[in-house]
T-cell receptor
Framework: EAEVAQSPRYKITEKSQAVAFWCDPISGHATLYWYRQILGQGPELLVQFQDESVVDDSQLPKDRFSAERLKGVDSTLKIQPAELGDSAMYLC????????????FGNGTRLTVT | QKEVEQNSGPLSVPEGAIASLNCTYSDRGSQSFFWYRQYSGKSPELIMFIYSNGDKEDGRFTAQLNKASQYVSLLIRDSQPSDSATYLCAVDFGNEKLTFGTGTRLTIIP
């Protein structure tokens, strides 16, 4: 079964440093999402792409976070500078259709900021 | 504000019993509803999704949807220790993204 690929699985960085996460969705999935999940909470949407276009980035802290999906396939999420409060699981998901199809999640990147 | 509410638990159920997980949501016009299971340190994995009022069964799992009352539930029959996890309820409010609840932590007691 096709999977969403994410890397790295774990990342430890010092505050004020830059960090980047990569995601490759399931082939043919036009919609890609980045979620952040703080321990003990549910995933919260950071950004949604439809092909290469941003559909929703209203919850993305744009002073430090950026996301791109230049060719409408894989995507990169960047944080610069990282803060202690950014420690969380960063989840990438893709979706084949619209409201009647589920999101498929990658394994996630566990970020620890020290 | 579109919200999804879950009791965070923990919910403890004896092995072999039925586990019942509940979720309420804020928008009567919501389109589709999903249950994900998440083991500690892992990413969410899809269990079931439901769109229409009533019950949907898949093996030991049954999803129940009542749009008039704005709740969706998940029943797990013959609970096994491997079912111990956090269960996330997610709703598509018709905006092509999923809004998640905080999750209910379920523990199956052998």
């Amino acid at each position: 079964e096709a999977e969403v690929a994410q890397s790295p699985r774990y990342k430890i960085t010092e505050k004020s440093q830059a960090v980047a996460f990569w995601c490759d969705p399931i082939s043919g999935h036009a919609t890609l999402y980045w979620y952040r999940q703080i321990l003990g909470q549910g995933p919260e949407l950071l950004v949604q792409f439809q092909d290469e276009s941003v559909v929703d980035d209203s919850q993305l802290p744009k002073d430090r976070f950026s996301a791109e999906r230049l060719k409408g396939v894989d995507s990169t999420l960047k944080i610069q500078p990282a803060e202690l409060g950014d420690s969380a699981m960063y989840l990438c998901a893709s979706r084949q259709g619209q409201y009647n199809s589920p999101l498929h999640f990658g394994n996630g990147t566990r970020l620890t900021v020290t | 504000q579109k919200e999804v509410e879950q009791n965070s638990g923990p919910l403890s159920v004896p092995e072999g019993a039925i586990a019942s997980l509940n979720c309420t949501y804020s928008d009567r016009g919501s389109q589709s509803f999903f249950w994900y299971r998440q083991y500690s340190g892992k990413s969410p994995e899809l269990i079931m999704f439901i769109y229409s009022n009533g019950d949907k069964e898949d093996g030991r799992f049954t999803a129940q949807l009542n749009k008039a009352s704005q709740y969706v539930s998940l029943l797990i029959r013959d609970s096994q220790p491997s079912d111990s996890a956090t269960y996330l309820c997610a709703v598509d409010f018709g905006n092509e993204k999923l809004t998640f609840g905080t999750g209910t932590r379920l523990t199956i007691i052998p």
